[in-house]
Nanobody, 124 residues
């Protein structure tokens, strides 16, 4: 099992930037893909971005493509989400998640370990 702790959320104006971090412990970090998901009030949890075990391949939801960047540092057991040009519709609780596999996909059932979430609020 993997323990995940997110940080970096907060309140930002539209057009601003935030960088989320997720620290992992437990299973060997470099052996599995990582993902970011988000959940807005009254909505289902949705995929945001994923990165494979080595960090050489990434995939994004269309809604964030070109604005968000996922990266990982296997030496420090961490994954990041750089969020630029934020919009009010990006407001949600953001979760990092560890995949059961080394290749990242957008399928939520691929992920079996979740952090507690960090709130991101974008004001208009």
């Amino acid at each position: 099992q993997v323990q995940l702790v997110e940080s970096g959320g907060g309140l930002v104006q539209a057009g601003g930037s935030l960088r989320l971090s997720c620290a992992a412990s437990g299973r060997t970090f470099s052996s599995y893909a990582m993902g970011w998901f988000r959940q807005a009030p009254g909505k289902e949890r949705e995929f945001v971005a994923t990165i494979n075990w080595r960090g050489g391949s990434t995939y994004y939801a269309d809604s964030v493509k070109g604005r968000f960047t996922i990266s990982r540092d296997n030496a420090n057991n961490s994954v990041y989400l750089q969020m630029n040009s934020l919009k009010p519709e990006d407001t949600a609780v953001y979760y990092c998640a560890a995949s059961k596999y080394n290749l990242g996909r957008e399928i939520i059932d691929d992920y079996n370990s979740w952090g507690q979430g960090t709130q991101v609020t974008v004001s208009s």
